[in-house]
């Protein structure tokens, strides 16, 4: 058996015992180091079936995503992180690929709702306001931040994987959702090399999302425009 990854998997966990229960046999535990999961609050057994298979549970001073990332990050102690959502969205076959682009070289790795040959949630409905508001804010960010890398497809996707020492020090700042918004921009400004796979994003089992489209629209925005001042033609045009 080959020796696990200096890895973490982070289990993101908000009110999700159906998706626990449903990807936990798919879950590459053995393969990492280190398996902790991150509690916002959850009251409907999560923490239960948690403790149940022994995975340590960090909680939050307060709620939210982007603390969630950091809680994880201080408390970890292995040289890589895999950030991964047990609400049925995300594939588990894809966990260990995320960590092999970080050892092939990657910075950043996410797993792609938009590139080529990936599936999202929405592919089964014409109507699909969440990808269009997702596809707009990537398109934004990489006119303003990308200088030269690869287009990258989706800034938005919250599974995804990168060294703990680099979370550390993007200093992020955001609590809630747009966490992964503001990493993607700041490893794009950074110049980062940022590795995509295609992914299958399933449908969410079971709880519901905590995402609501406008709020979450509008806290995109924001940190997008608290962002902007580092965009590379405002730097440009400081230097001219
Ligand atoms: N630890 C923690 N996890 C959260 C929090 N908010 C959401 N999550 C988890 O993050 C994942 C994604 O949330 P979800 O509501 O499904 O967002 P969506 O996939 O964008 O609709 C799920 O596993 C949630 O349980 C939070 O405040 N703290
Ligand atoms: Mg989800």
New binding site residues.
Partial sequence: MSAPRDCCLV??????IN?LKDCWDKLPLDQFQEVL??????TDG?RAFLTEHGIPI?D?SI???G??FR?AAEASRAERMVF????G?EDPADIERLDDLLLQGARLSIASRFAEGSVN?EDVSPFRP?SWANQALTRIANTCFNSGQPYVTDTIN?FRALRRADLLALHTSVK??PIEYQISIRALQRGWTIAELATEEGQ?VG?????LSWP?GKDHLKVLLSELPRAKWWQGNKRA
Avoid: I, M, W
Avoid at 11 to 16: A, K, P, R, T
Avoid at 37 to 42: C, E, I
């Fill in positions: 289990l993101l966990v908000l009110n999700e998706g999961a991150v509690d916002g609050g959850s999560s960090l939050q709620p939210g995503r603390v969630a809680v991964y959502s047990p609400d969205n949630e969440r919250g809630r959702f969410r709880g519901e999302s905590k995402a979450v």
